[in-house]
């Protein structure tokens, strides 16, 4: 069963203290806050403050999402603010090996983002230093976005590439996840499911976490 991680960027951001206590009460493991700079990516979202108030409410993982240039320079801060995983982009790190130390010396999990034109033969050599693969499944920026078939081709040759190395790193999806491709993509090798708009706009959310859970 994949973990699901609900993206808060499509949350009612009037009502953030509900939406926590709906996915505390829910079957989510973790919660996926999304960070952008509106130069790494052409939108911004929120920050360090918000992610700060949103780990006073829960002890699940907070699987933070860097969408920023220069991350490296904000490591120690989402630490103190409660990140649990954080994730950079591959695009936007030129020393990814010594970026991804940098967040394990921390005490995080460290992840890696890659954006939809990016090979996962790229990260062939750090493989095994990354916890956490993020392959996006839209371009980021946006919520609400159609997933990108290609995604599944480059999921099943990630994952040979973690059986072959012995490395223990999750594949993540982001990006245009339903309960329509779920299924399919953790049989390609998806650990981590992202969800936002299928989460956060659906009837009954909590039930829609069920059914991606049990996919
Ligand atoms: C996109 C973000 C995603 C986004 C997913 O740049 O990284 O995490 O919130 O939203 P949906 O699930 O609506 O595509
Ligand atoms: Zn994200």
């Given amino acids: 069963m994949p973990i699901i991680a609900p993206s808060l960027l499509a949350a009612d951001f009037l009502h953030l203290g509900a939406a926590c206590t709906m996915l505390n009460e829910s079957e989510a493991e973790w919660f996926h806050l999304d960070v952008m700079d509106g130069s790494f990516v052409p939108n911004i979202s929120y920050g360090l403050p918000i992610i700060e108030q949103i780990k006073k409410t829960t002890s699940k993982v907070l699987d933070v999402h860097l969408m920023i240039v220069h991350p490296e320079k904000y490591i120690a801060d989402f630490?103190?603010?409660?990140?649990?995983?954080?994730?950079?982009?591959?695009?936007?790190?030129?020393?990814?090996?010594?970026?991804?130390?940098?967040?394990?010396?921390?005490?995080?999990?460290?992840g890696v983002a890659i954006n939809p034109h990016t090979s996962v033969e790229l990260l062939k050599d750090v493989i095994q230093d990354i916890d956490v693969v993020c392959v996006m499944s839209v371009n980021p920026g946006f919520g609400g976005q159609k997933f990108i078939e290609h995604t599944y081709e480059k999921v099943s040759a990630l994952k040979?590439?973690?059986?072959?190395?012995?490395?223990?790193?999750?594949?993540?999806?982001?990006?245009?996840?339903?309960?329509?491709?779920?299924?399919?993509?953790?049989?390609?090798?998806?650990?981590?499911?992202?969800?936002?708009?299928?989460?956060?706009?659906?009837?009954?959310?909590?039930?829609?976490?069920?059914?991606?859970?049990?996919c």
């Fill in 79 to 110: 630490k103190k603010a409660g990140a649990d995983v954080l994730t950079v982009h591959y695009e936007a790190c030129p020393h990814l090996h010594s970026t991804l130390q940098l967040i394990k010396a921390q005490g995080m999990k460290a």
């Fill in 160 to 214: 040979n590439m973690i059986t072959l190395a012995n490395a223990s790193t999750l594949i993540e999806i982001d990006g245009g996840v339903t309960e329509h491709n779920a299924a399919k993509l953790v049989k390609a090798g998806a650990d981590v499911l992202v969800a936002g708009t299928t989460v956060f706009k659906a009837a009954d959310p909590k039930a829609m976490i069920v059914t991606l859970k049990h």
